[in-house]
């Protein structure tokens, strides 16, 4: 029976560079020069941004921001939290990588394939959802209608098998 696997993941050696090209921007860049402006990957898939004001930090959001977007790191897959700034005014802030499908977002996806009435069935496992049908043509029908519309994250469809 034909299927394929629904899943949102974004690859880590993308973000990996992207987070590398930022550091050597701000490193070049004369708006930083001499201050104490960082910019780091953790291991869990966060990057957490440091600087010494809140403009700076700013400026420090957009440039990886851009390098993201440049090494087409979907975007709808960053979570920015909020900023904060201590009493002294250093101001640090954390984005957080979405890997996988959330279980509310997973719902959601389901749900609107079970409305369309095409002939086939999706079940959650772990953080993908799986689509099997009788007809190849009723599983091309739903990866139209899944690209067609926005969830607010990154979708992407693997394991495509006859």
Do not use: C, Y
């Not at 930022?22 to 910019?39: C, P, V």
């Not at 010494?52 to 979570?79: F, H, Q, S, T």
């Not at 640090?92 to 959330?102: D, V, Y």
């Amino acid at each position: 029976m034909p299927s394929f696997d629904i899943v949102s993941e974004i690859d880590k050696q993308e973000i990996d560079n992207a987070v590398n090209q930022a550091r050597k921007e701000l490193a070049t860049r004369f708006d930083f020069k001499g201050s104490q402006a960082s910019i780091e990957l953790a291991k869990e898939g966060h990057i957490k941004l440091s600087a010494e004001d809140a403009n700076r930090l700013k400026g420090l959001l957009e440039i990886v921001i851009a390098k993201l977007a440049k090494r087409n790191v979907d975007l709808r897959n960053v979570e920015r939290k909020e900023q904060a700034i201590s009493s002294i005014g250093h101001a640090t802030q954390e984005l957080r990588i979405k890997q996988g499908l959330e279980g509310a977002k997973a719902k959601e996806i389901i749900k609107a394939i079970k409305e369309q009435d095409f002939k086939v069935q999706s079940a959650l496992q772990e953080q993908q959802i799986r689509v099997t049908g009788k007809k190849r043509d009723d599983l091309q029908a739903v990866i139209a209608f899944v690209r067609s519309k926005d969830f607010g994250v990154a979708l992407s469809f693997v394991n495509f098998r006859d």
